[in-house]
């Protein structure tokens, strides 16, 4: 470190992408600091991926439990199961307290300072934190910006926390509403239909477009909404918009046709959780110091490289991360972005490999999926002059999924006919969201078919539901 700085690097905004950013500059010998104006570990840790998972967790064992017919299958027979709602919750917010103190814990353990407080940037290589102690001023040779994302709720929309929320206090478990409209069928309202459906709420799904889950591959989405939605106590309304809700007892939406605008029906609900996205957490954070203007969505402008653009140029010396930049909003791909920035400020070119990030949905089953869905891949494919094919193995044929009576799901791989280059790969299946890392792994390598159809894989397990599909695949 030069003299001249307080700091080699100042992060602003300690979730997961900062974390990893930290903890790789310090193994690269850069004098840190970290700055947080909430809790340590951001959205995932406190208002997303951990506690969520905890109560999917939790509510996945009482589906099970009370699924006579499943249990009957395998010899086992209950009577009876019962749950503690407030037990649940308290499992989901002692988790949440571990690892955020642990997160702590790491950074402290290699001298990276913690600066509570919030964080602006106040011009080239300086940044002014606003403490309990007041105005505090800083310099550093790097800055990156990873403010995170909060959620969206469209206009029209009241929130009270308690009969119309967001994923943030339905997180909380305050109470289970007997009837739940969820306002979107992205991974958010998925995951939640699948948590409330569990503990005996009825659910009335909304969704903006003409088909529920837009972002997935079609034929994943099919089999998801016979599985997870159609099997379950789930009405559905596509191509409606929540245009005002109103909460109370009882909770009143009005829903409109998403095309021409006209309020076609009403609806009263017990509760309404708001599951419409997450937008940018960029108020206020100095950017007009050094002339950066968001999108008109909030979103903070980055090249490959993750470099801060203004006007189209990068900023020297100050980089931007995480949900803020509208890339991934997942946290694993925010903290692989922050491993690429403090890659670049050591003179290493790096750049995030976006296609070969995977993502999942931890419902029950699992879904997931990496690289391009199939019509995505034949735009690419139809642009770059070569054709695309695609195989599906089906958990039904699995010798493992079998054995434990869970034969829902498929996977299916999408490749380049001629080469065999893995384009990618959606599961639907028991344990899919762990399944989809050696599909990424490959992904990231660009191997072929060809190369993964000679991957020993054990038997029985549910690895072998990729490696049938990657023998099936194989091009000659």
């Known amino acids: 470190m030069t003299q001249e700085f307080d700091y080699d690097l100042i992060i602003i905004g300690a979730g997961v992408g900062g974390h990893g950013a930290a903890l790789h500059a310090t193994s690269c010998g850069l ?15 406190n208002r997303g991926c951990i506690p969520s998972k905890a109560l999917l967790a939790a509510s996945g064992k009482v589906r099970e439990l009370r699924n006579a017919h499943h249990l009957k299958t395998l010899g086992i027979e209950l009577d009876n199961v019962s749950y503690d709602r407030q037990v649940m919750a308290t499992h989901a917010s002692n988790i949440v307290t571990k690892i955020r103190g642990d997160m702590s814990k790491s950074l402290k353990r290699l001298s990276v300072d913690i600066i509570t407080g919030w964080a602006q940037v106040a011009g080239k290589q300086k940044v002014t934190v606003k403490t309990e102690k007041g105005e505090e001023n800083f310099t550093a040779k790097d800055i990156i910006l990873a403010p995170g994302s909060v959620p969206f709720v469209p206009p029209g929309i009241e929130l009270d926390g308690k009969t ?9 478990l305050d109470w289970l509403p007997p009837w739940v409209a969820i306002i979107g069928s992205g991974y958010i309202g998925l995951e939640f239909s ?9 659910i009335t799904m909304i969704e903006a ?3 529920l889950m837009p972002t997935f591959d079609p034929d994943i989405a099919k089999i998801a909404q016979r599985v997870l939605i159609q099997s379950r106590d789930i009405e559905v309304k596509v191509g409606k918009l929540a245009i005002k809700v109103v909460p109370g007892s009882p909770v ?7 095309k021409t605008k006209e309020v076609e029906e009403i609806i009263e609900v017990d509760a309404c959780l708001v599951a419409t996205g997450r937008i940018p957490y960029t108020k206020d954070l100095g950017l007009d110091s050094v002339a950066v203007e968001t999108d008109k969505y909030g979103f903070i402008p980055v090249n490959s490289k993750m470099a801060v653009l203004s006007s189209g140029e990068p900023v020297p010396n100050l980089w931007a991360i995480g949900d803020a930049t509208g890339k991934m909003m997942l946290a694993h791909a ?21 296609l070969s990030i995977p ?34 193995t089906y958990f039904k044929g699995n010798s493992k999924a079998i054995a434990e009576d869970e034969t829902d799901g498929i996977a299916k791989v999408i490749y380049r006919q001629d080469t065999g280059e893995l384009l990618g790969v959606h599961i639907i299946g028991l344990h899919a969201s762990d399944l989809i890392q050696e599909a990424a792994n490959a992904i990231a390598k660009k191997q072929s078919v060809n190369e993964l159809s000679f991957n020993v894989h054990t038997h029985p397990t549910l690895s072998e539901v990729l490696d049938e599909a990657f023998k099936r695949a194989t091009v000659h």
């Open 31 to 45: 004098k840190t600091a970290i700055v947080e104006v909430a809790e340590m570990g951001g959205t995932c840790v």
């Open 164 to 172: 119309v929320f967001t994923s943030d206090d339905a997180l909380k």
């Open 194 to 202: 699948d948590i409330y459906t569990a503990l005996g709420s009825e």
């Open 209 to 211: 477009l003409d088909k």
């Open 252 to 258: 009143i939406i009005e829903l409109a046709d998403a």
């Open 334 to 354: 925010a903290s692989a972005q922050g491993i690429t920035v403090v890659e670049n400020i050591c003179g290493r070119d790096r750049e995030p490999d976006y």
């Open 359 to 392: 993502a999942a949905a931890f419902t029950h089953p699992e879904i997931s999926y990496v690289g391009m869905t199939e019509p995505a891949a034949k735009d690419l494919g139809q642009k770059q002059g070569f054709e695309v094919a695609s195989v599906r």
